[in-house]
């Protein structure tokens, strides 16, 4: 069985994989999680040079203006600098000092004006977006996970936590394959890069493809892609999942939807966010989760041209063991009733 994962860059494709891995592969034992402390080291002192930056840009005081020392000492670290044990260590005081000033807190709370990526660093004013239509965010969600458990990750003896490593956040670069046993039977994923410049590389896998699995962010109808800062990541998403659904190669294969990160889009909903303010077309209320729900479901479905074959999709959350465990239960049957097909067709 040959499983393809597709979908922009930031829809979960690893974070779904890492669930796999934990559901029907071997696991991770200490030394695999001790493979994720860098990314987590990394993680945490790069989000916290966004907040840093961001407090700046937005004109945010510091609630102690002694803490700018601590902020000059954390912006030297450099993209390629060791994320060993003890240079993290050395940061960890600053970054502790940082997250207690309310200067950084209110930066974080504001992050809708600004991409806040736990694996990269990058700010834009909300200004200089909202003269494009559009506004620029990234929910850090991982980034406060890790700033709220830093007492425990900044210690010598650390070892990576099953949701360190679910929420620790490292690009996809080129492809990658992962053979699981499943009843018996070995399901072969392959992951690849979701950004636009890893794109070219999604037609190595597409031959003997048994089923596609296109994840999409459900919660970034309000975000624009890292690559050109203006195209907004749903959007993206729409319009790369038209070219897979409706592309000859997968007339026999099938598509299973995954709108993930549904968790993210329930708080979304929640604060206030219009989904009207990026999509005029949607009719419903934008403050009810069950219609935004079913207009992105809509939206998905409307790009397929065959209408008479069936459509798979499912709202996920790839960070929810439980969620990942059970929806992929219920799609199993599917994939295996469609390799079985293929196979009578040879």
Known sequence: VKLLLLGCGESGKSTFLKQMRILHGQGYDENALLDFRATVYSNIVKGMKVLVDARDKLGIPWEDPSRQSQADY?????????????????????????WKDEGIHTAYYRRREFQLVSRCFLFHPVNQMTARGT?????????????????????????????????SRQATRGIQEYVFEIKRIP??????????????????CFEDVTSILFLASSSEFDQVL??????????????????????RYFINVSI???????????????????????????????????????????KFESQRRDHAKPF?????????T?????????????ILHD????????
């Open 74 to 98: 954390i912006m030297t670290f450099e993209r390629y600098v060791s994320t060993d044990v003890d240079p993290f260590l050395q940061y960890v005081p600053h970054i502790k000092e940082l």
């Open 226 to 247: 890292m690559e050109d800062r203006k195209t907004n990541r749903l959007q993206e998403s729409l319009d790369i999942f038209q070219l897979i659904v409706n592309n």
């Open 312 to 320: 798979f999709h499912h709202f996920t959350m790839a960070i929810d």
């Open 322 to 334: 439980n969620n990942i465990r059970f929806v992929f239960n219920a799609v199993k049957d599917t």
């Open 135 to 167: 506004k620029s965010m990234k929910v850090g969600e991982s980034v406060h996970y890790f700033l709220e458990n830093l007492d425990r990750i900044g210690q010598a003896d650390y070892i990576p936590s099953m949701q360190d490593v679910l929420l």
């Open 256 to 298: 299973i939807l995954f709108l993930n990160k549904s968790d993210l889009l329930e708080e979304k909903v929640k604060q206030g966010v219009l989904l009207t303010n990026y999509f005029p077309d949607f009719e419903g209320d934008p403050h009810d989760l069950s219609d935004v729900q079913n207009y992105l479901v809509y």
């Open 339 to 346: 390799n079985l097909h293929q196979l009578m067709l040879q």
């Open 187 to 204: 399901f072969r994923f392959f992951d690849v890069g979701g950004q636009r410049g890893q794109r070219q590389k999604w037609l190595k």
